[in-house]
């Protein structure tokens, strides 16, 4: 099992440009999620996806677009990329049964110069 | 609303230390709380759980207790190795909720 595939796994932007950071997972789960994490800021929820066709908004969504393309992959897009918008990207995913935890890909670090 | 608070790192100890991370929540209700750790360079993996009061979570020498009284679930080890050497998250999970709410992390270093 590969569990949560992100790609790529690091890239570099200029202001303004666009791009679509791509997640995976092969367990058969209901959520993924998308999250940034910031020094000194742990990890901050972008947008989740409860199951196929459904995306709503969290903590930090502002920039951002996403698409639930099947029950599989989750993508985020940058529009007009931002340096405030410079990070470390993880999806994950959970089967969102109760208590049940969330698996992580192994992040996308993105930098916007 | 919903949130976690853990001790400020980073935290440096010799191989064979006990450790301790403190991590205190604020929630309504009775969230599910979790432990991840993130080793250099990967994403975040799931140490341990509880999911309800009294509970202990357990996992590679790892432990935490799901204190209601103190709103707290403190991580600890006996005896620390270099390969611990991790950034280690505090999370809380609301039943019903997708939303994992994660304190900022604490960073650990043990030296040989």
């Known amino acids: 099992n590969a569990g949560v595939t992100q790609t790529p796994k690091f890239q570099v932007l200029k202001t303004g440009q666009s791009m679509t950071l791509q997640c995976a997972q092969d367990m058969n789960h209901n959520s993924m999620y998308w999250y940034r994490q910031d020094p000194g800021m742990g990890l901050r929820l972008i947008y989740y996806s409860a199951s196929e066709g459904t995306t709503d908004k969290g903590e930090v969504p502002n920039g951002y677009n996403v698409s639930r393309l099947n029950k599989r992959e989750f993508s985020l897009r940058l529009e007009s990329a931002a340096p405030s918008q410079t990070s470390v990207y993880f999806c994950?995913?959970?089967?969102?049964?109760?208590?049940?935890?969330?698996?992580f890909g192994p992040g996308t670090r993105l930098t916007v110069t | 609303g919903d949130s976690v608070t853990q001790m400020e790192g980073p935290v440096t100890l010799s191989e064979e230390a006990f450790l301790t991370i403190n991590c205190t929540y604020t929630a309504t209700g009775y969230p599910s709380l979790f432990w991840y750790v993130q080793y250099p360079g990967e994403g975040l993996q799931l140490l341990l759980k509880?999911?309800?009061?009294?509970d202990k979570g357990s996992n590679k020498g790892f432990e935490a207790t799901y204190r209601k009284e103190t709103t707290s679930f403190h991580l600890e080890k006996g005896s620390v190795q270099v390969s611990d050497s991790a950034v280690y998250f505090c999370a809380l999970l609301q039943g019903g909720s997708e939303k994992l709410v994660f304190g900022k992390g604490t960073k650990l270093t043990v030296n040989p």
């Open positions: 994950a995913s959970s089967l969102r049964t109760p208590g049940d935890e969330q698996y």
């Open positions: 509880a999911t309800k009061a009294d």
